[in-house]
């Protein structure tokens, strides 16, 4: 029985002023223990735990308990309600006022019968009743003795039962002694956790000294569960009572002090803060009556001067000052304290008013381009247009002005966006820097490459914990410039999730109509953005959005040819690997044919950062045998190369000529984000029945330019020369190397005819010939794009013949004049020109073997990737 009842007990029970207490307590502790009070002088110190006098009746009415146990020796209210319980305690009252007290198994039963009963319970008196208004009656009960329930020999009006005393096996040894000292302190330690038990009844029973009353009285004022209280009861022996509660006080004292330390920490900290709070008051007091501003009054106002300094807009402005002047009503432990803090921290350091100043002087600018960068001669164009135009518009501010003010419709746009498209290696991102120093501008890098969250460009609310703005304002606050060169790299891989889509925050940023009150979620202000340079990096267009591709000034950086590469190489890559491996000028010297050796045969690549890296690996070589003390100085020949860099990678013209030698192989061109690259595409006959096949990894477009090939050959067969039933007894397959990269694309429509035609027909391709161009059902060539990529392509590849479409003629306008005059070009409108130009004239006719596609040694050169 939990002791929540004291309190309720001294208020709801009158006991007499003079021996009340007294007589409380010898029901509470039983008839042989009673607290010593003035006035009441009969007490019965003998301790012997027992109830003299008392005798059990054969038959008892049994009063059901719901969710308590009483035990002998103990005082305990109760509370009825229901009728046959009030009909029972009434005959009792006028009886014997004794009664059995029996614990129903089910505390939610609300009639329990005989078999709901436990067998053993306690002989009570009836010591006082209180009627309730409610009807209920309130009962004071004393424990007697034990007794175990027989036969129910009555069901009505209430329940009536066969009864007989069972006492309990008091035992006195050592054991016993040191059990019941135990429960005493533990129950002594409970109390001061619990601290509501009187301390009179906390004396009262540590002077207890029968074990058995003691584990009793204990017991009765502990929250036990109804099975372990009832098996407390009816435990024989009392040493097992005595280790039962000492496990239970154990388990109680534990749960108490986790309890206690939990409100300990939180009073704590509670008192912390009300502590702070305090001091914190009080120090401000002390400093106003010294004449001293606070700490927060100090931060306050530098601030304030912060913001006077920065010059911001007026919007800008007002947001500052507004979150200031919260700031200052705040105490700075509040948890919002923090989060304006660094609010306002960015605000203020953010270059609202700070811009580098231009050089203008076109000249320098020619030369810094120049120096840094071979070649890009567009690119270098249309930076000094751009610094031509700032530089007239100074000039002529006040006079364009006036105009300006009369178009109230479309503002000043002075930045320029630019998007720089060209394979990797041909200097992209390095020309951002380079025209930063032309321009006398900082510049700001950020990689876009795998960038899926928009709060990566605009920034996180401020309603999230740990929210910052977003990669651009970031950017600006650490150049503290608002016009420095912003590169935004790999625009092109660009990602999207669940998260936002990153390409449509930069749909903002990137127009020039709107990007002058640029709103980061973070800021919630506008910043113009419209004096920045912007210039994006991709290596293909095609993953690139169209609203954002239209917001962009695109430029096209193509690959390098040999000569451009062996000038790079001298001037800038050579130069550069001596210092980075420590050698003087002299103690490496690359000759000219060593350099095309690695441009030729150890590299292939659009741009020139393999170049590079095996320069790099042919230095380190060098600066090995110099520090070895072999060698002083070496001049690198083509020899020297291959004994450092091992046999070659690539082979020039001698590979695609070697391939091409049979029938039905043919080359291609193609291109890739990587820059053009040669492509085969071979065919072979066998056997079979009306069979065609196709791999290689191709994708839907080309696999239809493959069926469109097939079915004009066969339209065409015996104007070609072939036997117009081949199909009906042959099986075909076309296949193009390099299966594990995927191809796509309708350019190799030609090229898929010309490499079935030649098998067919037993005419190899022509020497150092390559083709592209989109075929139709009629075999008309129609026209495709990349020329400039694959023309380069096949001039690295040393190819001398290309056959174009006719309509492609006017790419040629921008190749380079060296790689013109290097190779023959014939534009076709036909697929009949395209197989006289191609292959070569049939000397014989072709035996079985060889039109059936003989097999031959492979080459053990790296297949080239579409």
Known sequence: MPIDWWDDLNADWEWNETNGEAELYEVLLGPTVTKVVPGKDDADPSGNGQAEGTEVPAELPILPLRGVVVYPQTGVPLTIGQPRSIRLVDDAVSGSRLVGLVASKDPEKENPGPEDLYRVGTLASVHRLFRSPDGTIRLLVQGLSRIRIGEFVASEPYLKAKVEAYPEISEQNLEIEALARSVRSQFERIAELIGS???????????????????????????????????????????????????????????????????????????????????????????????????????????????????????????????????????????????????????????????????????????????????????????????????????????????????????????????????????????????????????????????????????????????????????????????????????????????????SALLEVLDPEQNNEFRDHYLEVAFDLSQVMFITTANSLESIPGPLRDRMEIIRLSSYTENDKLAIAKGYLVPRQLAENGLRKGEAKFSPQALRSLIRSYTREAGVRNLERQIGAVCRKVVTKIAEGVVKSVNITPELVREYLGPPKFYHTEDIAKRTAMPGVVTGLSWTPSGGDVLFIEATRMPGSKGFQLSGQLGDVMQESAKAALSFVRSRAEKLGIDADFFQKTDLHLHVPAGAQPKDGPSAGVTMVTALVSLLTGRPLKPHVSMTGEITLRGQVMPVGGIKEKVLAAHRAGIRTVILPERNQVDLEELPKEVRDKITFHFVRTMDEVLEFALATRSAKPGREQANGAKRKPSTAPAPHA
């Open 197 to 503: 038990i009187p301390q009179e009844l906390i004396s009262s029973i540590l002077e207890i000294e029968n074990p058995l009353q003691t584990v009793y009285l204990i017991a009765n004022l502990q929250r036990m569960d109804l099975a372990d209280a009832q098996q407390v009861l009816e435990y024989d022996s009392l040493r097992d009572k005595l280790q039962k509660l000492v496990e239970f006080l154990t388990r109680e004292i534990e749960v108490l002090e986790v309890g206690q330390r939990i409100q300990n920490e939180a009073r704590s900290e509670i008192e912390g803060m009300q502590r702070d709070y305090f001091l914190r008051e009080q120090l401000k007091a002390i400093q106003r009556e010294l004449g001293e501003t606070d700490e927060t009054a100090a931060e306050v106002e530098e601030l304030r001067k912060k913001i006077d300094a920065a010059k911001m807009p007026e919007e800008a402005d007002k947001q500052a000052r507004r979150e200031l002047d919260r700031l200052s009503k705040l105490n700075t432990a509040a948890a919002e304290y923090g989060v304006i803090r660094t609010y306002l921290d960015w605000l203020v350091a953010l270059p609202w008013s700070k811009s580098s100043d231009d050089n203008l002087d076109i000249l320098h600018a020619r030369k810094v381009l120049d120096r840094d960068h071979f070649g890009l001669s567009d690119v270098k164009e249309r930076i000094l247009e751009y610094l031509a135009v700032r530089k007239l518009r100074h000039e002529r501010a006040g006079e364009l002005g006036k105009a300006a003010r009369k178009d109230t419709l479309r503002r000043e746009r002075e930045g320029v966006i630019l998007c720089f498209v060209g394979p990797p290696g041909v200097g992209k991102t390095s020309l951002g820097h380079s025209i930063a120093h032309a321009l006398g501008r900082e510049f700001v890098r950020i990689s876009l490459g795998g960038v899926r969250d928009e709060a990566e460009i605009r920034g996180h609310r401020r309603t999230y914990i740990g929210a910052l703005p977003g990669r651009i304002m970031q950017a600006l606050r650490r150049v503290e410039t608002r016009n420095p060169v912003f590169m935004l790299d790999e625009v092109d891989k660009l990602g999207n999730d669940f998260r936002g889509d990153p390409s």
